[in-house]
C-alpha cells in the first residue's frame, strides 16, 4: 500500500531582481509517495531546479519562497513540534514552512538530501574526499545524538549523548572522526568507488567526473535521508558514465526503499527511472502523471513538443520537430493572465488568454494537465491568429534565468508592460 511521504499546495517562490519580480515558480502543488521516484521535466529555465531548492530550503536572496506549504510525513517530528506549533501539524504531517528555521536546517542530510548537477564545483578542492564525506557523516551523527533532534530516538545507535557532550566542547579537526572516517569508507564502497579505503584520501581532482558525481551521491547518503533531490545528476556527464550512475540510483533506491524527486531536461532518464512525472512550464506543472499516462496519454501541447523532439532511433530517419520559440521571461509584469504557454502552442484559442486552472484528465486519477484542451476540443474558428503574441511581447524580452538571478536580468532595454493590442480581443 502507498503512504504519501510529501505533499506540496501553493508553493511559490519569487526572486526580487531591479528588473523586477521574477516568478519562478508559482502556485505549485505535487504529491509524492514514499518510495516513489518522482520526476520533474522541463525546459532548462522552466523553474526546475529553484523548486527542488525550495523543497531543501536552499533559496537564498534575492530569492524567496513567499507563499504554500511543504507537508512531509514524519510522526517523531509531528510529536516534536505539535505542543508548540499545533497549527504546523496534521495527523504525522507536517507543514515545514511553519517550523522554525534551526528546525527545518535540521532536516537536511537526515530527512531530505541533494545532488548537485556539477560535482566538481560542489566538493571543495583543499580537502580530501573522504574528509568531506566523514563531515557529512559527523554532523548526521551530532545532530542524533542532540537530545533536541527529532532523529534522537531513531538514529542515536553509535554515537552517544557523552559523545555529543564531549565533541560540543572539544575542539574536533575537521569534524572528522574515525567512526565517522570508517563510515565515509562504507559509503564510497557503496557507491562503487574501487580500492575506497586509499581513495578516501585523495582530492577531488584526482577523481574523474563520474567517480567525483558517486562520492556526492555517497555524501548525500550519510544521513540515510528520507527523500534524496537530485538535480541533474548526470548532466555534466558523458552518456556511457551518465547510464553508471543511473544504474546505481536504480540499485540503491531498490536497496533503501528511497524516495527520490529526480529533476532532469531529458526524457530519456525519466522514462528510465520513474514512477510518476510532471512537466513544468514557466515555474508551473502544467502536466503530470503516471508514465504512461504522460508519454501515452498527453493532453498538453507542450508535452507533446518535448515528447516530439526526442530522436526515435527505431524509426524512419526525419528531422527532429523543435518547439518554436523560447520559454518566456520569468517576470512578473511580462507574465499576465494568459496561458504561459500561448505564444509557443500550436492549439491557442482565446479561451487561452485567461490563465487556465488544473483540470482532471480522462481515463486516470493521477493524470492532470492545466491547459483547456483537457474540457474541450480545439475549435480553428476561436484560434489566435497568427502574430498576435508578437505585437503584445514588450520590445527586448529576453529569459531571466533565476539561477543568475542575483545578477539581475540580461536585459538592455527598459521593459514596458503587457497590454492586449488595441484593448480588443482578436
Ligand atoms: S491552454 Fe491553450 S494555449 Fe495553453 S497549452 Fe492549452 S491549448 Fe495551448
Not at 526572486?15 to 518510495?35: H, K, M, P, S, Y
Not at 505539535?82 to 536546517?105: K, N, Q
Not at 554515537?159 to 564531549?166: I, N, T
Amino acid at each position: 500500500m502507498t503512504e504519501e511521504l510529501l505533499r506540496i499546495n501553493g508553493l511559490s517562490t519569487r526572486f526580487f531582481t531591479e528588473q523586477g519580480q521574477v516568478n519562478a515558480v508559482d502556485n505549485f502543488d505535487l504529491r509524492i509517495d514514499r518510495g516513489d521516484v518522482f520526476g520533474i521535466v522541463g525546459e532548462s529555465g522552466s523553474g526546475k531546479s529553484v523548486t527542488a531548492r525550495s523543497i531543501v530550503d536552499l533559496i537564498e536572496s534575492p530569492g524567496e519562497i513567499t507563499d504554500g506549504e511543504i507537508w512531509y510525513n514524519e510522526p517523531d517530528l509531528a510529536d516534536a513540534v505539535r505542543e508548540d506549533r499545533p497549527e504546523a501539524v496534521d495527523g504525522t504531517f507536517v507543514d515545514l514552512r511553519r517550523i522554525s528555521p534551526e528546525r527545518r536546517r535540521s532536516l537536511r542530510g537526515t530527512s531530505f538530501s541533494m545532488i548537485f548537477q556539477d560535482p566538481e564545483s560542489s566538493f571543495n578542492p583543499s580537502l580530501t574526499v573522504g574528509e568531506q564525506i566523514a563531515e557529512a557523516v559527523e554532523v548526521q551523527r551530532r545532530a542524533s545524538a542532540n537530545p533536541r533532534s527529532t532523529r534522537a530516538r531513531t538514529r542515536s545507535e553509535e554515537y552517544s549523548l557523552g559523545s555529543f557532550v564531549l565533541s560540543s566542547f572539544l575542539p574536533s579537526k575537521r569534524y572528522v572522526t574515525e567512526a565517522s572516517r570508517e563510515r565515509a569508507i562504507e559509503l564510497l564502497e557503496l557507491v562503487g568507488i574501487p580500492d575506497p579505503v586509499e581513495r578516501a584520501d585523495e582530492h577531488p581532482h584526482e577523481y574523474s567526473g563520474g567517480m567525483l558525481q558517486r562520492a556526492m551521491i555517497a555524501q548525500a547518503l550519510a544521513g540515510e535521508p528520507d527523500v534524496l533531490v537530485a538535480d541533474e545528476p548526470t548532466t555534466a556527464l558523458d552518456v556511457t558514465i551518465q547510464a553508471q550512475v543511473l544504474d546505481l540510483l536504480d540499485e540503491l533506491q531498490s536497496e533503501t526503499g528511497m524516495t527520490i524527486l529526480l529533476i532532469t531536461h531529458n526524457l530519456g532518464v525519466i522514462a528510465r527511472m520513474c514512477d510518476r512525472v510532471g512537466v513544468m512550464y514557466a515555474g508551473e506543472i502544467v502536466e503530470r502523471g503516471t508514465l504512461e499516462d504522460v508519454f501515452d496519454d498527453h493532453v498538453h501541447p507542450y508535452t507533446e513538443g518535448l515528447l516530439g523532439s526526442i530522436p526515435d532511433i527505431e524509426g524512419e530517419a526525419g528531422r527532429l520537430q523543435p518547439i518554436d520559440g523560447n520559454v518566456p521571461s520569468l517576470l512578473d509584469h511580462e507574465m499576465g493572465d494568459r496561458c504561459h504557454f500561448a505564444d509557443r502552442c500550436p492549439n491557442a484559442m482565446e479561451d487561452c488568454l485567461e490563465h487556465p486552472p488544473e483540470y482532471d484528465a480522462e481515463g486516470s486519477n493521477d493524470h492532470a494537465v492545466r491547459c483547456v484542451l483537457a474540457a474541450q476540443e480545439y475549435d480553428e474558428r476561436r484560434a489566435i491568429p497568427d502574430g498576435y503574441f508578437d505585437e503584445t511581447r514588450p520590445a527586448g524580452d529576453k529569459h531571466v534565468d533565476p539561477e543568475d538571478a542575483d545578477e539581475g536580468p540580461t536585459v538592455d532595454e527598459p521593459q514596458r508592460p503587457l497590454e492586449e493590442p488595441g484593448g480588443e480581443s482578436p
